[in-house]
């Protein structure tokens, strides 16, 4: 465009000068070469990004992430193989198509809370890591939950968060001290306050946090430190207090390496599982004690089956039982929870975006795999794009509700007794007073579950994958009127 000015320009020395400026800038001909960012796009990179069926976001997914996110990914991210295929130009046309969101330079999460002390993180309430317990049960106590079966109708939506630069809000996160501690796409870690969402400190890690994260005491008296991975397969130690950083570490060398699999901290050493952008992982196993002291083990598998082993008896198989049909999606996809009679296990069955196959949860008794309840799947919205009725993100409990999220958005409460909802939440919805002012919509739950504490429930909201219901909303409920 600015090429043609000189000749129209009438003022001769403006003229000039942007004539000058044009021929140093552009070469003759790049003007007739720049590619159309859409035809790049059809080109390049439809074929995956609208077939549903895979791990690439949809193209309103796409749609939600910053030009320089876009750029980023095709030049050092998970993209950079397609990017080193593409012709010069293509990619910054692409990129410029694509980028619609909020950039994270743009919106950096400063610090909104007022300054004051850290209380000793272990003396209350907490959820640590990816299962809230060693054992891996993904339930909370009574006294730590502050929540049971009688108030959680109450609970209404206290505060949203907006992920900058996302379309998945898809890490577990942690909340001990009065703090939240939340992965994000865009490589951030947040601390917020846990009550009110304002931003303590933000820590920049060199790519997407997707692990749960893991508070811990370090040697040093009084310093506690929050360990978690990205998906280059890094792993960071930071200090809990103030968010700066005291050791990185890069797990394994291969390039396809990543960390998934949360931190868990043994006897004084930490242990990660890493695996493979290339693979996929199935649910987290859960070590329960019986109340006459046997322990099981309590894994949940893709093809639809509940096996119970007593780790104690080499393996051998208490019971095991089908929970969903299965599939390369689910099965069971995130995680089971177990208190201390049932394991509840939710069933993704996952048939794509549009398909009212899917979803429901079913209590299965700890000690001889009997089902106590079981509530099937609830059929999606009408007209809801990208809706799903799967119940693939991870299961929480407390005494008396068991938490489970679906594809079509839903967060809900059933009892534990009979599996009725006690209550449910639509997150599919615009949030524009958001806590740091980052607008967010809500889409599919996926991935981690809630975490309950002190009366809270967080939890994130969107997973642009699959052909889910994008979404970088993070979202905190209390009991309203309390
Ligand atoms: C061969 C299939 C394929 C092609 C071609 C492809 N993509 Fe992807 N893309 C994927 C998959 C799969 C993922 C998800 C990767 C993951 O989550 O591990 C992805 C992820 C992405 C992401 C998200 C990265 C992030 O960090 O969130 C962006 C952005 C992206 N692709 C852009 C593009 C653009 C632009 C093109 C065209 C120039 C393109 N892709 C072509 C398969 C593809």
Redesign the pocket.
């Known amino acids: 465009m600015s090429a043609q000015i000189p000749q129209k320009s009438k003022a001769g020395l403006v003229g000039l000068a942007f004539g000058l400026t044009t021929a140093l800038l552009e070469p003759a001909g790049a003007q007739a070469a720049a590619p159309d960012g859409e035809t ?2 059809r080109q ?2 439809a ?3 609208e077939s549903g069926e ?4 949809s193209f309103a997914a ?1 749609r939600r ?1 910053s030009t320089e ?2 750029l980023e ?2 030049t050092s ?3 950079a193989y ?1 990017g080193e295929t ?1 012709p010069t130009g293509h ?1 910054d046309a ?2 410029s198509f ?1 980028g619609r969101g909020t950039g994270t330079v743009a919106v950096r999460a400063r610090r909104t809370c007022p300054e004051e002390p850290w209380p000793d993180p272990f003396a209350g309430p907490r959820w640590l890591g990816w299962g809230g317990d060693l054992g891996n049960t993904r339930h909370q106590s009574a006294d730590f939950a502050g929540l049971d079966a009688d108030s959680v109708s109450g609970l209404g939506l206290k505060w949203a968060f907006g992920l900058p630069d996302a ?1 998945r809000a898809r890490a577990q996160p942690a909340v001990a001290g009065g703090r939240v501690f939340l992965g994000a ?1 865009n490589g951030r870690l947040y601390a917020l306050d846990a009550k009110s969402g304002c931003a303590i400190w933000e820590f920049k890690a060199r790519a ?1 946090v997707r692990t749960a994260v893991l508070v811990s005491p370090t040697q040093a008296a009084g310093r506690n430190a929050v360990y978690f991975g990205d998906i280059k397969a890094n792993l960071y130690a930071v200090d809990a207090a103030t968010g700066r950083q005291l050791w990185r570490t890069k797990v394994d060398d291969h390039e396809a390496a990543t960390l998934t699999g949360s931190p868990v901290l043994f006897e004084g050493r930490l242990y990660v599982a890493t695996s493979s ?1 290339e693979e996929f992982t199935g649910a987290s196993p859960i070590l329960v004690e019986l109340p006459e002291g046997q322990r099981l083990l309590i894994a949940g598998q893709k093809s639809g089956m509940v096996h119970a082993v007593d780790p104690d008896q080499e393996g051998a198989i208490a019971w095991q039982r089908r929970a969903g049909k299965g599939g390369m999606l689910g099965g069971i996809q995130f995680g089971p929870a177990a208190d201390f009679r049932n394991a509840y296990v939710a069933v993704s069955d996952y048939r794509g975006a549009g398909s009212s196959e899917g979803g429901g949860i079913t209590a299965f008794c700890l000690s001889d795999g009997q089902i106590v309840w079981h509530a099937p799947g609830i059929p999606c919205p009408a007209g809801r794009e990208g809706c799903s009725s799967a119940q693939s993100a991870a299961v929480t409990a407390i005494p008396g509700v068991v938490f489970s999220g679906s594809l079509d958005g839903f967060l809900r409460a059933y009892s534990t007794e009979d599996g009725s909802v006690l209550w449910s939440y639509d997150t599919v919805r615009e949030y524009s007073h958001t806590v740091n002012g980052v607008p967010a919509t809500g889409g599919s739950l996926n991935g981690p579950g809630p975490a309950v504490v002190e009366g809270m429930v967080y939890v994130n909201s969107g997973y642009g ?1 699959f052909g889910s219901i994008p979404g970088n909303a993070f979202l905190a409920f209390v009991v309203i009127g309390e």
């Open positions: 790049v796009y390049s990179c074929a995956c990004h895979n791990r690439a976001p796409l992430l996110a876009i990914s095709l991210g998970t993209m397609v593409l990619a692409v990129a694509l379309d796409r997407e952008i994958q």
